[in-house]
């Protein structure tokens, strides 16, 4: 393999978000509080959905995934990056940057078929209410994470043997505050060129496919609503799908803002980058709860379950 070829390169030197000691100071806080509501809010997600009979469907089953995947996505970056706020060398072995890009992608690329499979569920409910039970059965919706699970997992091991044979000679400053593939192009002095076309191939076919999944799914939607004549069944129609997209277009807004850019290690690169991966997370147990009266209601027994056990 590439990297065992040049054994004096162990590991890579991050540029980080900053190297102002107040500004990493605040940063770190700013990011604590992220990851800390981040943890919280997708934890109570689970818990509640898993203890609440209510919330046993279709929906709420990929939600309960989405926020594994949400949480997880977060753990990739983030306590490095805190680690990292608070040391004079930002470095990150080998195995540790092959790590993180292969989870990176995992996770990123799950929770992209996550949301496709809630669109293509919001589509079965309004669409064809009567055959919603028949369409989302609880065996095809284990096959469907599976599935998801399955496809980018098969996805980031092309991706990280990407990784694997790129030939490092030098350089070894990453300029960026975690180890993404792109990142890791400009290091290389050998020709990339083939590795930047399976890499942008590989997203694209992920990122399109799920995204045209969730186009089209809303594109039936909103032909249904608008045929409603009801106003009221608009409105209903409507509330249940308006978390989920804007979920959606919080995640491939930012992700498509991120992957965009070029990885110089700008500031708009940074923050893109912090976008997706930190506070993106961090909002969909808030977005799922803020409007949505049934996890509100969910909520309210779970924690009354708790304080009766207490009592």
């Not at 509640?48 to 926020?67: K, R």
């Amino acid at each position: 393999m590439a990297w065992r070829n040049h054994s004096a390169i162990t590991e890579f030197l991050l540029t980080g978000l900053s190297d102002d000691p107040l500004i990493e100071a605040l940063l770190f806080a700013l990011l604590l509080g992220i990851y800390l509501l981040t943890m919280t809010g997708n934890l109570t997600m689970m818990l509640v959905i898993g203890a609440d009979s209510h919330l046993h469907t279709p929906m709420y089953f990929f939600l309960s995934n989405l926020s594994f995947v949400d949480l997880s996505f977060s753990s990739v970056t983030v306590p490095k990056l805190l680690k990292d706020l608070l040391s004079e060398k930002k470095t990150i072995s080998v195995e540790g940057c092959l790590a993180q890009v292969f989870f990176v992608f995992i996770t990123a690329g799950t929770e992209a078929f996550l949301l496709s499979m809630m669109a293509y569920d919001r589509y079965a409910a309004i669409c064809h209410p009567l055959l919603y039970c028949q369409i989302m059965s609880n065996e095809l919706c284990l096959k469907l994470v599976l599935l998801s699970w399955g496809l980018t997992s098969l996805n980031s091991v092309v991706i990280v043997l990407l990784a694997v044979n790129l030939d490092f000679c030098e350089a070894y400053i990453i300029q960026h505050y975690t180890c993404e593939l792109p990142s890791l192009f400009p290091l290389s002095c050998s020709d990339v060129s083939i590795h930047i076309d399976i890499l942008s191939c590989s997203i694209s076919l992920h990122g399109l496919g799920t995204f045209l999944l969730v186009f089209f799914s809303y594109g039936r939607i909103v032909s249904t609503i608008l045929s409603m004549k009801s106003t009221t069944g608009r409105s209903k129609a409507f509330n249940t799908c308006s978390s989920h997209l804007v979920a959606v277009v919080l995640f491939f807004g930012f992700g498509l803002l991120s992957y965009l850019l070029p990885t110089s290690g700008s500031s708009l690169d940074l923050l893109s980058s912090l976008l997706y991966s930190a506070v993106s997370p961090m909002l969909n147990p808030l977005i799922y709860t803020m409007k949505n009266k049934e996890v509100k209601a969910a909520v309210r027994r779970t924690l009354r379950k708790c304080l009766h056990c207490l009592e």
